[in-house]
């Protein structure tokens, strides 16, 4: 209400001024076309509010980059030293300048604004679309996704003042499209009993495995100990989009079933951001997240897991993925999760270069603070998120940010790539120095098949890989399977959290941002190499996993003792 009136208090002002006549316009964003699947489907009704972010230009955020890289490199005197929320905060925070020169331009068309990050980098103005048409010289339009009829107000193009360039990364929702998020790839719930949880003996895996995936084939498979962690302030965060929820009966049912040598009350502990809820209605249960909660209690014994629902309430127009990572970074050492893993993710090409490259500068900064981010890769093989008809293969995003850990699947007892398994290269982020060579060997390799398709000088991804095929879940009280990426990002973030309890118990830092260390010779030498399988899309095979590195199972799957060993336990 407040902000209305002073608005069209200001608004007399600015009319009679005319400040806007000082001021030469540049075009700041812009796209041919918009994101796949979206059509124009008129002019956006004048007097309706929109909420507006505008990304001021951080002061430092190659020092960030470098001071990440020196908290991360096994190799480097700083290693396990992460940041701290304030240390972080410095080199984010726009200069004062960037501030004044933005409020200035603000305050000129009568528009107040509100930081709404920690270190002030992010601004937030309510405003009708006649006044952001006339702020950003452009015309809001309605975009309609044709697969849902969902609609979203989206522009293909608006220019700022050419003296503001300098201090503005981006206003958005602008050129960003984000369809409604899909769940990874899953195969329809088979109704199946449970199969007996026979303890391992030794290192045979129990044969079902072939065909049904258990706790205890992981624990088989990747050596994964079955004792209890310790320590209460190390947290494995599980994010929970689009009203997925995680049941907790669901829950029991398959620890009483799967995990009989635990609490069948195991549970996480509830977060809720965005207005998130957690509904337990049995059949509102979400197989999403059923399967993301159910793995990671279910292999990371004793690990205190959150579960954090974003709600459909963001206003930061990329699902909420912005708000949880903000909502993290202000969180306290030792609240904060030293583990976050993620099962949803978007087609790059659906958001601008800019804000996704905030949106991974992000996960910059809560790497810096010491949290190991995992995301899966996708479950389109190279076409993307999902299976899509394209011609040039779809990279995942956030699973193409160099500062994430991306996680393809493999399945079967002896490992062969997922067909499904999402892998490829950026158009948005250069490829990182921690992969150069493996990525350079694997091209070298490949020589020109796929040419033309990808792009050769882009992050590549995945990172790593862990089985994501017919993982039994307690789905609406029955018992089913399920296949994705979705199952194999729980699976190594479970792994990173028992190592990190390890860690911590003896009062080293936990792991943090782990591709340096993953990719380093101790890292690849604690993973197994998956060097059969592809994952075609886009009416090719799409990329063959070879021997070392390569676009679809990464540089392998966990073993637990190795790991161990690698981190220095
Ligand atoms: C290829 O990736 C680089 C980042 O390494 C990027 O700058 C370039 O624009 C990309 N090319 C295309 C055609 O997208």
């Not at 009708?128 to 969902?150: C, M, Q, R, W, Y």
């Amino acid at each position: 209400m407040i902000l209305a009136v002073t608005f069209i208090a200001s608004l007399l002002l600015v009319a009679a001024a005319k400040p806007m006549d000082r001021r030469a316009m540049v075009v700041h964003e812009s796209r041919g076309e918009p994101a796949r699947g979206f059509v124009n489907s008129g002019v956006a009704p004048a007097a309706k509010d929109l909420t507006l972010r505008i990304a001021l230009k951080p002061n430092n955020i190659a020092g960030l980059e470098t001071a990440l890289y020196a908290v991360s490199d096994p190799a480097s005197a700083l290693y396990g030293q992460h940041l701290t929320a304030d240390e972080v905060a410095e080199f984010v925070k726009p200069t004062d300048e960037t501030v004044s020169a933005v409020s200035d331009w603000l305050s000129e068309n009568g528009i107040s604004s509100a930081p709404i990050t920690p270190a002030g980098d992010m601004l937030q103005i309510v405003v009708p679309v006649s006044k952001a048409n006339e702020l950003l010289a452009t015309d809001f339009s309605i975009f309609t996704h044709v697969d849902t009829g969902a609609t979203s107000i989206r522009t293909l193009e608006y220019s700022i003042p050419a003296s503001l360039q300098a201090h503005i990364d981006f206003f958005h929702p602008t050129t960003s499209f984000t369809r409604p998020l899909a769940r990874p790839k899953f195969t329809a719930v088979k109704k199946v009993s449970p199969v007996p949880d026979v303890a391992p003996v030794s290192n045979a895996v129990p044969a079902s495995c072939a065909t049904t995936v258990t706790p205890a084939c992981l624990q088989a498979i990747y050596g994964i100990p079955t004792t209890a962690a310790t320590q209460s302030s190390n947290k494995l965060g599980v994010s929970g989009f689009i009203e997925q929820f995680a049941n907790q009966a669901d829950l029991k049912q398959f620890l009483t079933s799967l995990r009989t040598d635990i609490s069948s009350a195991t549970t996480f502990t509830l977060q809720t951001l965005d207005g998130g809820v957690n509904t337990q209605t049995r059949a509102d249960a979400g197989i999403e997240a059923n399967l993301d909660t159910q793995y990671t209690i279910g292999i990371a014994t004793g690990v205190p897991i959150t579960f954090i629902s974003v709600g459909e309430n963001n206003a930061d127009s990329v699902d909420g993925f912005m708000d949880i990572i903000t909502t993290l970074i202000k969180e306290a050492t030792g609240t904060r999760p030293n583990v976050l893993t993620t099962s949803y993710g978007f087609d790059e090409s659906d958001l601008s270069r800019a804000v996704a490259t905030t949106l991974c500068n992000s996960y910059m900064q809560l790497g810096a603070l010491g949290t190991s981010i995992l995301f899966s890769s996708g479950d389109g093989g190279v076409s993307g998120s999902q299976s899509q008809t394209c011609t040039t293969f779809i990279p995942t995003l956030p699973s193409d940010c160099p500062f994430v850990t991306s996680v393809g699947a493999t399945g079967g007892i002896t490992e062969t790539a997922a067909s499904f398994s999402s892998g490829g290269f950026s158009n948005y982020f250069a490829i990182p120095s921690y992969q150069a060579t493996d990525v350079a060997t694997y091209l070298t390799t490949l020589g020109t098949t796929n040419s033309g398709k990808f792009n050769r000088t882009g992050r590549a991804f995945p990172d790593v890989s862990a089985q994501g095929e017919n993982f039994e879940i307690a789905w609406d009280d029955e018992f089913g399977t399920v296949d994705g990426t979705s199952c194999s990002s729980p699976t190594f973030a479970a792994i990173i959290a028992l190592l990190n309890d390890k860690l911590v118990a003896a009062g080293k830092a936990p792991l943090g941002f782990l591709n340096p260390f993953l990719y380093s010779a101790t890292g690849r030498a604690a993973l197994n190499d998956i060097t059969t399988g592809d994952n075609p899309g886009c009416s090719t095979n799409g990329f063959p996993a070879t021997v070392g590195w390569d676009p679809v199972t990464g540089l392998g799957t966990p073993n637990f003792a190795r790991l161990q060993t690698a981190v220095g336990l």
